[in-house]
């Protein structure tokens, strides 16, 4: 059964046709990354998979629930986050992740477990009781992901979260997101950065204009168009489904 299921997504905002009948899959236990160019509908799409916005026509499923029937269910299991997130301004760290926790209905002990676990993960320590502010760009992304992590959910939805971060907190969060896929998670993330979908993408998925252009791997799109590197493959691609829509 697939973690996520999209079937005939559609969103239009006013007149502006946002997506476009896209349709796919995420598998548990891989991570997929969704690519496009600016305005492609990357960040509309995430934000239906999210919740955060409705479709305007289509589906999407949960291991094979529904939000409609089971909203709270699957919200429980989802952990999302945007490059234009924010914690909260009054909170230290550790008060915004204590805080968190007891929503999603934590014990105490359960709590401090948690925030542990993360500092460690995340290498936490030096911001914890600092307000968000006060955090370096990197302290702010590892607080961020964090709190959008402190219920352990199966499915990871992230952003560009990677965006404007130096190599080696981009690098962190990359091979936290290995980990996560090894434990048996589903993630997808978009990104412009395409050598992070070399890295860690056992999946694409490739989309212009709202619609699906490519459902394949890293492999086979770099083979398709027999080019050096996923740059030179992805902008192929790109040119290719500019042409197709001129026809």
């Known amino acids: 059964m697939s973690a996520i299921k999209v079937q005939n997504l559609?969103?239009?905002?006013?007149?502006?046709?946002?997506?476009?009948?896209?349709?796919?899959d995420?598998?548990?236990?891989?991570?997929?990354?969704?690519l496009g160019s600016n305005g492609a509908g990357k960040s509309t799409t995430l934000n239906m998979i999210a919740g955060i916005l409705l479709p305007t026509e289509g589906s999407i499923e949960f291991a094979g629930l529904n939000f409609k029937d089971h909203y709270k269910e699957i919200k429980s299991q989802l952990g999302y986050l945007t490059s234009d997130m924010e914690l909260y301004e009054s909170f230290t760290v550790q008060e915004t992740l204590e805080v968190l926790a007891e929503m999603k209905g934590f014990s105490k002990k359960q709590t401090k477990?948690?925030?542990?676990?993360?500092t460690e993960e995340?290498?936490?320590?030096?911001?914890?009781?600092?307000?968000?502010?006060?955090?370096s760009s990197g302290q702010k992304q590892r607080s961020l992901i964090s709190s959008s992590i402190i219920h352990d959910p199966k499915i990871l939805i992230f952003d560009e979260v990677t965006a404007s971060l130096d190599l080696v907190v981009s690098k962190d969060i990359m091979d936290y997101l290995i980990k996560e896929k090894e434990r048996g998670?589903?993630?997808?993330?978009?990104t412009h950065i395409l050598s992070e979908v070399e890295y860690i993408s056992d999946r694409i998925i490739m989309i212009e204009k709202g619609h699906l252009v490519k459902d394949t791997t890293y492999e086979e799109l770099i083979g398709e168009y027999e080019s050096k590197n996923i740059t030179e493959?992805?902008?192929h691609a790109l040119l290719d489904e500019q042409k197709r829509s001129q026809t």
């Open 233 to 235: 493959a992805f902008y």
């Open 122 to 135: 995340f290498s936490l320590q030096e911001c914890l009781h600092k307000h968000y502010s006060e955090l």
């Open 10 to 24: 559609r969103k239009v905002f006013q007149e502006t046709v946002a997506v476009e009948s896209l349709s796919f």
């Open 26 to 34: 995420i598998p548990f236990g891989e991570v997929t990354a969704l």
């Open 185 to 190: 998670k589903a993630i997808i993330f978009s």
């Open 113 to 118: 477990s948690r925030i542990e676990e993360l």
